[in-house]
C-alpha cells in the first residue's frame, strides 16, 4: 500500500516551501532534512524524543516499500535522519514526485500522524513549524492508510 | 478585617457539569491541586475538561505528560470526547513530553525543565500527567520535600492553576508531602459491586472555600466526566416555605378526605399491595394536576412511558396531548446502575425543563431495583436526601409503594420511609361478605386534620371511585378480616368528612 494521496499532496507543499525558504535565504540542506528536522522538533516536543523516534522509523520502513532509494536512511536514537544520500538532493517541485523518496518519507510520517491523531488535530500540529498559507485551498487528506 | 478587605478568590469552571457545584462554585485560580485515582479512574478526563473549558490564547495550558500514556495515544482517544476542540492545540493548550528529562535526570533538573516551559509561555493552567511516575525514581524524603515545595511555590507564583495527576492508593494519603503542600485533593474512585461498576469522587481536601463533603458519584460518557453532586445541585437553594395551596386528585370523596388534597409541596406515599390501584391514584393525581396547568412528571421504572400512557387512556385520561403539549414528562429510568444522585439529576432536569408542579415515581420498589446494588443499601438515606431536594423547590410528589399484604399487620411501607413523608394514603384489601374489597385510609397529613373514615372503593373506567359513606357496620377493617358490627346506620354517627369539610 502506498502513500496516500492526500499525505504526498500535503509533503510536496511543505517540501516546496522550503525549497521557497532555501531560495530566499541561506540554503541549511535538503528540503527533505528541513521538513523532517521541522518536524522532528514540533512532534518531539509532545511525544518525546522516543515517542518521535517510534514514529519516525515506522514510516522509514513503509516509505522504503515505494522508495528503494531510502535503503541507506535510518533514523538515529534521538530521532534525527542520517543517510539519505541521494535524496538529500534539491528538491525539483515540477518533476513528477513518484520516485522521491524523501517526499514519501515525510507523506509516510504524515499519514502516520493523521492516523492517529485524525486530519485537524494534524494539521494544527504542523501550523505551528509552517505559517498557515502552506495549508490553504488544500482539499481534504482523504483515506485510511498511512 | 471588613469583606472588601478580604482577598477575592476567583473560581474557575471545572468544565465538568456538577462539579463546580460540589466544589462551592469553581477551582481557586492559582491553587495547586491533586487528582488522584487508580488507573482507568478518569483522571486525566477530568484535567483534559478543566483546560479544555479554561485555556485560550490569552491564558494557554501548558500540559505536561510524563512516562505513563503516551501523548500520541492519549490524545487519539480524548478527542473522542465532546469537549475536546483541536483548534486549541498548540495556541492554548501545549502539550510538552517530559519523558527522556524525567528518566536521564534528577529531580532538580525536570523542576528546571518544567520552570523554563512556563516562563517561556506564562501559562494560566499547568496540568503534569502523571506525576507520580516523575516521583518514582528513589529519592530522599527531604529530595522530595523540596521538589514538589519548590515546584509549588515556583507554579503558584507563576500565577498558574495546577493539577497534577497521579495514581495513588488510599493508604498513601498518610505521610506523603504531596498531599501536604496541594490546596485540593480530588480522590477519583470506581468501585465493583455485585455485577455494577459505581464511580465516586472525593474532595478530601479544598482549601480556601467550602465543598459538598462526601462521595458523590460520577459517570464518564461521550460528553466526558459528569459529577452528581449529593445535594443535587440545590444546595445554596433557599427552602420555599410552605404552601397552603392544596392539590387535588380529581377524585371528590378522597380529596374532601384529605382536607380538599394535598398540600403544595408535600411527599405523599400510597401505599398498598399489588392490584390495589396505587399507579391508578397516582395517574389521576398527575392529570388532574394537568387540568389545573400545573405540568407533571411520571418516573417509571416497571413499564415503558407509551404503555403507561396507554394504560391511562383506558381510564379516560389523555397523556399523549400534555407530553406532546410539553405539560407532562414520563422519564422512564431503568438502566440498572443508577445512583440515586444520577435519577434525581435526571428529574431535576425534567422538573426545571417544563416548570413541573407535580411528581409521580411510579414505584419505590421500580425505583430501587434500578439503582446499582451498592446504592441499595443507602436508600432510605437517599430518599430523604431527594424528598428533600424536590419538596424544597416546591414540587409534590407522590409516590408508590407496594407493601406486603399481612392480615396480622397494617404496614405503611417495606422501606420504613413514612417519616420522610408528610402524607400516607394506604390502599388494602379487606374480606367482607365473601368478597375481596378495597379500603382506602388517610393514616397521616402532616399539613392539617384528615378525615379519619376507612372508605370501600372501586377500581372502574374512571379511575378510582369511593362508593357510599364510610363503613360503619365493620370492625377490624384494616386487620384485612372485619368482623360485623351490630351498629349497622352509617347516619347515626356523623362522618369524619364532613367534619373536616366544615373546616374548609
Not at chain 1, 534521538?78 to 515525510?106: H, M, R, W, Y
Not at chain 2, 499547568?126 to 511555590?153: C, H, Y
Not at chain 2, 392539590?247 to 408535600?266: A, N, Q, T
Not at chain 2, 405523599?268 to 391508578?280: E, F, H, I, M, Q
Request: hydrophobic share 40%; charged share 25%; glycine share 10%.
Amino acid at each position: 500500500m502506498t502513500a496516500t494521496p492526500g499525505m504526498r499532496d500535503l509533503a510536496h507543499r511543505l517540501l516546496a516551501y522550503e525549497v521557497g525558504e532555501g531560495m530566499s535565504s541561506e540554503p541549511v540542506g535538503s528540503p527533505t532534512l528541513c521538513v523532517y528536522e521541522k518536524l522532528r522538533q514540533c512532534l518531539g516536543e509532545f511525544v518525546g524524543a522516543t515517542g518521535f523516534q517510534s514514529l519516525a522509523i515506522r514510516a522509514l520502513t513503509l516509505a522504503r516499500s515505494e522508495a528503494p532509494s531510502l535503503s541507506a536512511a535510518r533514523v538515529t536514537a534521538d530521532g534525527s535522519l542520517q543517510g539519505l544520500g541521494e535524496i538529500g538532493t534539491p528538491f525539483d517541485v515540477d518533476k513528477n514526485q513518484a520516485g522521491d523518496g524523501g517526499a514519501i518519507l515525510i507523506a509516510r510520517l504524515l499519514g502516520l500522524l493523521r492516523l492517529f491523531l485524525g486530519e485537524a488535530l494534524t494539521l494544527s500540529l504542523l501550523r505551528t513549524a509552517w505559517p498557515g498559507e502552506v495549508f490553504e485551498d488544500r482539499n481534504s487528506a482523504h483515506g485510511r492508510s498511512a | 478585617m471588613s469583606t472588601q478587605d478580604k482577598v477575592k478568590i476567583n473560581k474557575l469552571p471545572t468544565g465538568v457539569p456538577g462539579l463546580d457545584e460540589i466544589m462551592g462554585g469553581g477551582l481557586p485560580e492559582f491553587s495547586f491541586n491533586i487528582i488522584a485515582g487508580a488507573p482507568g479512574s478518569g483522571k486525566t478526563t477530568l484535567a483534559h475538561q478543566f483546560v479544555f473549558a479554561n485555556a485560550s490564547p490569552e491564558r494557554p495550558a501548558l500540559y505536561f505528560t510524563v512516562l505513563g500514556e503516551s501523548a500520541i495515544k492519549m490524545l487519539r482517544y480524548q478527542q473522542q470526547y465532546t469537549f475536546f476542540d483541536p483548534a486549541k492545540l498548540p495556541d492554548s493548550i501545549r502539550f510538552i513530553n517530559l519523558s527522556q528529562l524525567v528518566l536521564e535526570k534528577d529531580l532538580g533538573a525536570v523542576l528546571e525543565g518544567i520552570t523554563r516551559e512556563v516562563e517561556k509561555v506564562s501559562p494560566a493552567m499547568v496540568i503534569v500527567d502523571s506525576f507520580r511516575t516523575m516521583v518514582r525514581k528513589p529519592q530522599s524524603d527531604m529530595e522530595l520535600q523540596s521538589f514538589i515545595q519548590r515546584l509549588a511555590l515556583f507554579l503558584a507564583s507563576w500565577q498558574a492553576t495546577t493539577f497534577l495527576i497521579g495514581e495513588y492508593a488510599e493508604d498513601e494519603l498518610r505521610d506523603n508531602p504531596i498531599f501536604t503542600v496541594a490546596d485540593g485533593l480530588f480522590w477519583l474512585r470506581q468501585t465493583p459491586e455485585r455485577n455494577s461498576i459505581v464511580r465516586k469522587l472525593q474532595i478530601i481536601k479544598l482549601r480556601g472555600q467550602d465543598s459538598v463533603p462526601g462521595l458523590h458519584t460520577f459517570r464518564i460518557t461521550d460528553a466526558g466526566v459528569q459529577a452528581f453532586s449529593r445535594t443535587f445541585g440545590l444546595s445554596g437553594h433557599v427552602k420555599d416555605p410552605p404552601s397552603q395551596r392544596r392539590l387535588c386528585f380529581g377524585i371528590p370523596e378522597l380529596d374532601k378526605m384529605l382536607g380538599g388534597g394535598v398540600r403544595e409541596g408535600d411527599s405523599v406515599l400510597v401505599a398498598g399491595s399489588s392490584g390495589t390501584g396505587k399507579s391508578v391514584l397516582a395517574t389521576q393525581f398527575i392529570a388532574e394536576g394537568i387540568r389545573h396547568g400545573e405540568p407533571g412528571i411520571v418516573a417509571v421504572f416497571e413499564e415503558r412511558p407509551q404503555a403507561y400512557a396507554e394504560r391511562a387512556s383506558t381510564l379516560g385520561l389523555d397523556l399523549e396531548t400534555p407530553q406532546k403539549d410539553g405539560k407532562l414528562t414520563i422519564l422512564y429510568l431503568r438502566p440498572l446502575d443508577l445512583s440515586v444522585d444520577e435519577t434525581m439529576h435526571s428529574i431535576l432536569d425534567a422538573v426545571q425543563k417544563i416548570g413541573a408542579k407535580r411528581l409521580v415515581i411510579d414505584s419505590l420498589a421500580g425505583f430501587e431495583m434500578a439503582l446499582s446494588p451498592g446504592f441499595r443499601a443507602d436508600f432510605r438515606e437517599s430518599l430523604y436526601r431527594m424528598i428533600f431536594a424536590l419538596t424544597g423547590i416546591g414540587v409534590t410528589i407522590l409516590s408508590t409503594v407496594e407493601v406486603d399484604e399481612s392480615f396480622t399487620e397494617f404496614p405503611f411501607s417495606t422501606y420504613s420511609i413514612s417519616f420522610l413523608t408528610d402524607d400516607i394514603i394506604r390502599l388494602r384489601y379487606v374480606s367482607i361478605d365473601g368478597q375481596l374489597r378495597k379500603i382506602m385510609v388517610v393514616i397521616k397529613m402532616r399539613g392539617g386534620n384528615h378525615a379519619k373514615d376507612i372508605r370501600e372503593y372501586e377500581i372502574t373506567d374512571k379511575g378510582v371511585v369511593i362508593l357510599g359513606k364510610r363503613l360503619t357496620e365493620y370492625q377490624g377493617l384494616i386487620s384485612g378480616i372485619p368482623v360485623h358490627s351490630l351498629r349497622s346506620d352509617p347516619t347515626e354517627e356523623p362522618s369524619q368528612d364532613a367534619e373536616v369539610e366544615n373546616k374548609h
